[in-house]
């Protein structure tokens, strides 16, 4: 890890909750660095997250398969997100998602065990962890739920523009689409409109 990446991260953790030195110290010293090649899967479906982890810079996506193969988008992650599938971590139990890289990607991995006995040992990193569930399990999850149903397709994609500027150039449109929960050729009217 250099220096730049450390910074984004405690940058990142502050946003939540402000740590100490020593506090981020011990995160930093459980922290190992994966570097994901474009196409290839951090978390695969059916399989144990492993990992609380600061995805540094690339895109990744999550989506799920049923068994006719059909594939919904449920996430997209771009640099300064939380990548993962925290319900697996948690409940040690199968990841029902995967997660693969759509570009080459650095990711800061925690052990999500070893990042639990920190939480129970230190009251600065067990108060970041609280906020950061409140606010992407509880606040940020709302808001996701509120606007599929309340905003139309042409602000939800504004809004995903606004969150990943160069989206486009990184992630298909048909994932771009299907994690809008539109078609393809409703996504590409709505880019014509935009012309």
């Known amino acids: 890890m250099n220096n730049q990446q450390i910074e984004r991260l405690r940058r990142k953790i502050n946003s939540y909750y402000q740590i100490s030195d020593s506090s981020f110290d011990k995160i930093i010293s459980i922290i190992l660095l994966q570097q994901i090649s474009k196409n290839k899967v951090f978390v695969e479906q059916g399989s144990i997250s492993r990992y609380f982890s600061y995805l540094d810079s690339g895109y990744m996506i999550s989506y799920i398969s049923n068994i006719e193969g059909k594939i919904y988008n449920k996430n997209i992650f771009s640099a ?4 993962g599938s925290t319900v697996s971590s948690i409940l040690q139990s199968p990841s029902n998602f995967t ?8 990711v800061l991995c925690m052990p999500y065990i070893k990042l639990k006995e920190l939480i129970f040992e230190v009251d600065d990193i067990k108060s970041f962890y609280i906020k950061y569930l409140e606010k992407n399990w509880i606040i940020d999850k709302e808001e996701r739920e509120v606007s599929l149903v309340m905003d139309s397709a042409e602000i939800r994609y504004e809004n995903l523009l606004l969150k990943c500027k160069n989206i486009e150039q990184h992630i298909s449109l048909k994932e771009i689409a299907s994690h809008l929960g539109i078609t393809p050729t409703q996504l590409s ?3 014509k409109n935009k012309i």
């Open 189 to 191: 009217r709505i880019r």
């Open 99 to 106: 997660i693969k890289a759509a570009t080459d990607c650095e």
């Open 80 to 83: 300064d997100d939380w990548v």
